[in-house]
Nanobody, 123 residues
Framework: QVQLVESGGGLVQAEGSLRLSCAAS?????????MGWFRQAPGKEREFVAA????????YYADSVKGRFTISRDNAKNTAYLQMNSLKPEDTAVYYC???????????????WGQGTQVTVSS
């Protein structure tokens, strides 16, 4: 079993920055474990934000965050990151990290999920 814990959320003004972290524990990731970030705003479905392969050679972003957000990972620390710059009020949501076999944009097949961290962007 894998546990994922997000941190780094908070309240920030528009055009500000935040860096989210996702620390994994429980067992060592296999070499094919991809990481993803999703978000869910009130009354909306959970949506894909970014994903990264095990080796970090492949990264994917939602069009809405491309050029502003950067996903990265440190496998030695079992941690993934989401650097968020030029934040907008529409980025306000609970952000979740997830782990799974492939870095895709859909909720399945991610198998493990964190509890989420709130990001609020004020205008």
């Amino acid at each position: 079993q894998v546990q994922l814990v997000e941190s780094g959320g908070g309240l920030v003004q528009a055009e500000g920055s935040l860096r989210l972290s996702c620390a994994a524990s429980g067992r060592t990731f296999s070499r094919n474990t991809a990481m993803g970030w999703f978000r869910q705003a009130p009354g909306k479905e959970r949506e894909f934000v970014a994903a990264i392969s095990w080796s970090a050679t492949r990264t994917y972003y939602a069009d809405s965050v491309k050029g502003r957000f950067t996903i990265s990972r440190d496998n030695a620390k079992n941690t993934a990151y989401l650097q968020m710059n030029s934040l907008k009020p529409e980025d306000t949501a609970v952000y979740y990290c997830a782990a799974g076999p492939v870095p895709v944009q859909s909720v399945p097949p991610y198998q493990y999920w964190g509890q989420g961290t709130q990001v609020t962007v004020s205008s």
